[in-house]
């Protein structure tokens, strides 16, 4: 039996911001929806409503984005010293640490997610984000290059390049780590002297409200972050469409991303993509199983499975087969399920259940198979609880193996030699992440090699880090994001060249 979030837990500072009025944050202000709709906001523990945000009509998308041009055109913000933008990204990095407790409470009412969890992925982590990307502002450049010109041998010739922001940038993020993935779109805005539109999932926005308003109160510039609330297949859609809008930056499903490349190809917009995955953790015959069996349960149960990288399928030598198996299911079995509020909570609901009426179909579909499941039950009362699977004994081709379900939900396959398990491992349309678990380096390299994916952990899992970029191979997406090629993707790069006369 489980129960819902205590509302009366909640500081003071999350339940004012919680019950005020939720506009679209466009040009520094906050304003309703043009048609004045809105959607309900619920909390995943409870399926009860707790606030209600404004639903974007294509006037409100088009006035924010017209705002991010207007910002990006009249000079002040793109000339201003980096020097300046840098000192703004750390005083927003320390609104933000001011407000760690009362801003991981909003996102766990919001999400369903440990507290934690928010308190650890959605308040703390978007202040390094920022410290580490502020740094950036001041130190972009470009290059100068000694020209040969073969042709023209009477002149001497030196190029060089120079970095420009890219321009107005759609940013849409997905509900599953809220907080941090605003900050991780809006952090490179900042630093390049781009400006910003940030949708933020219909389920998760109001953290992003928050977001928008300390933006004001540390001074950056109205016009420069724009957010505006809604439906994706609306407002996110008129967001990408919108001729005004130089780069797109989205993080989400492959399908959506699929229709944004698209649709960014007919007007030649800049984008890059963090989509979907369906990583492998593959435990070789040389795996330290003490560190593999937490390891493997940690992959596909922490944030209950809607990690963009989650472990969810999980391949072991058969030598440890039935060793990892059980020890993996004694781990799920154990998992406390609660609301994401109380501490003794160790799995909090899904994000909604429409969410999981989904990832239970995956798990019907396995059980019809004839696969051998444990757990993977929707718990009866209130909220959108779910129990944690492990599935075994599953073709590695059927869609449970094969589609991302983003819940707590483990396909486990043996394999008798690491050809086997790099074909297994690399037997999908996706590549974002993927773990090898060994004591032996020269596996660990053989594998690093072979495997097809954006990242690849040794002995770890689902680390990510703001010097580390990140990005997806196959249908995980175009592009990085994070380090030094996330902050250098806002910009573009002019190539100059200038003729001297030749030196006697
Ligand atoms: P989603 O359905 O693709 O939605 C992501 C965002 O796109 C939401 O803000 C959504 O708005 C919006 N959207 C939906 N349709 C749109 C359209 N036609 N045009 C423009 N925007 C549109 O993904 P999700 O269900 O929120 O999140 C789960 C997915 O995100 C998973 O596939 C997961 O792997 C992926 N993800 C990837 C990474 C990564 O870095 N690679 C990280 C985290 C998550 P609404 O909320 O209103 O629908
Ligand atoms: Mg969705």
């Not at 995955?277 to 015959?285: A, F, Q, R």
Request: charged share 20%; proline share 5%.
């Amino acid at each position: 039996m489980t129960t819902a979030n205590d509302l009366s837990q909640i500081s003071e500072k999350a339940r004012s911001f919680i019950h005020s009025q939720k506009g679209l944050f466009i040009d520094g202000q906050s304003r309703p929806a043009s048609d004045g709709s809105t959607i309900s906001v619920v909390d995943p523990s409870s399926g009860e409503e707790i606030a209600r945000i404004a639903d974007a009509s294509a006037q409100d998308v088009d006035a924010a984005v017209g705002a991010a041009r207007r910002a990006l055109t009249d000079r002040a913000w793109v000339d201003m010293q980096p020097y300046r933008r840098e000192a703004l990204m750390l005083a927003l990095a320390a609104a933000i640490e001011a407000e760690v407790e009362s801003l991981a409470e909003i996102e766990t009412l919001n999400s369903g997610k440990l507290i934690a969890n928010t308190r650890l992925f959605d308040a703390e982590l978007p202040v390094h984000s920022l410290r580490y990307v502020a740094g950036w502002a001041s130190r972009l450049n470009g290059e100068t290059m000694n020209l040969s010109v073969p042709y023209l041998p009477d002149l001497r010739f030196s190029g060089f390049t120079k970095r420009y922001p890219v321009g107005v940038v759609a940013a849409i993020t997905p509900w599953n780590v809220p907080l941090c993935m605003a900050v991780w779109k809006l952090a490179p805005v900042l630093a390049t002297g781009c400006t910003i539109v940030l949708k933020p999932a219909e389920q998760t926005s109001l953290t992003a409200l928050r977001l928008a308003e300390l933006c004001a109160e540390v001074g950056i510039p109205d016009g420069v972050i724009n957010v505006i609330t809604g439906r994706g297949a609306s407002a996110g859609r008129m967001l990408v469409e919108h001729p005004g809008v130089d780069k797109i930056n989205f993080t989400g499903s492959t399908e959506v991303g699929r229709g944004i490349a698209i649709s960014a190809a007919r007007s030649f917009k800049k984008y890059n993509l963090e989509l979907g995955g369906k990583s492998p953790l593959i435990i070789t015959e040389t795996a330290d199983l003490d560190q593999a069996i937490p390891g493997a349960a940690w992959a596909i149960y922490g944030n209950s499975g809607q990690n963009c990288c989650a472990g969810s399928r999980m391949l072991v030598h058969e030598k440890h087969y039935d060793a990892v198996l059980s020890g993996v299911r004694e781990i799920a079995a154990s998992l406390q399920l609660g609301p994401g509020l109380d501490p003794a909570s160790q799995l909090a609901p899904l994000s909604s259940r429409m969410h999981r009426d989904r990832v239970a179909l995956h798990v019907d579909a396995a059980r019809a198979a004839g696969a051998d499941v444990s757990g993977g039950e929707a718990v009866d009362g209130p909220g959108s609880y779910f129990t944690p699977a492990v599935i075994a004994g599953l073709d590695p081709d059927h869609p449970t193996a094969q589609e991302e379900i983003f819940g707590p939900v483990l396909c486990a396959f043996s394999f008798t030699s690491d050809e086997e398990a790099i074909t297994l491992a690399n037997q999908t349309r996706f590549g974002l992440g993927a773990s090898v678990w060994t004591r032996d380096i020269d596996c660990a390299d053989r594998y690093f090699d072979a495997l097809q994916a954006g990242t690849v952990w040794i002995n770890t899992h689902n680390i990510l880090d703001l010097a580390l970029p990140f990005g997806g191979d196959k249908e995980s997406g175009v592009g990085l994001e994070l380090g030094r090629e996330g902050v250098l993707a806002h910009t573009k790069l002019r190539s100059g060249v200038k003729a001297h006369p030749k030196m006697r």
